[in-house]
């Protein structure tokens, strides 16, 4: 059993920046594949940023944050990390992490086992 506790989102001008954490309790964090998805208002919950098990090499961003945000994760740590930059209104919504065993990670929402509890992030313009 994995549970997940993020935290950092809040209100930012655009062009600002934020660092989400995601705290992992359990064991064998280090084999989860782990995601960060976000859910804006009266939209479908979307897959931003993906970062393989063991070794994290294996990372994903979907195109609209590529060269903005950067997934990362600190195994002895139990955390995972969304490093945000360039914010912008549209990235408005609720941050949630999730963890997927196996080490592969997957663009598929029902693919995730543990989920957070889901942070708000807001830009304004």
């Known amino acids: 059993q994995v549970q997940l506790v993020e935290s950092g989102g809040g209100l930012v001008q655009a062009g600002g920046s934020l660092r989400l954490s995601c705290a992992a309790s359990g064991r064998a964090f280090s084999t989860y594949a782990m995601g960060w998805f976000r859910q804006a208002s009266g939209k479908k919950r979307e897959l931003v940023a993906a970062i393989g098990g063991w070794n994290g090499i294996a990372r994903y961003y979907t195109d609209s944050v590529k060269g903005r945000f950067t997934i990362s994760k600190d195994n002895p740590k139990n955390t995972l990390y969304l490093q945000m930059d360039s914010l912008k209104p549209e990235d408005t919504a609720v941050y949630y992490c999730?963890?997927?065993?196996?080490?592969?990670?997957?663009?598929?929402?029902?693919?995730?086992?543990?989920w957070g509890q889901g942070t708000q992030v807001t830009v304004s313009s």
């Open positions: 999730a963890a997927r065993g196996g080490g592969y990670y997957s663009d598929s929402e029902g693919a995730y086992d543990y």
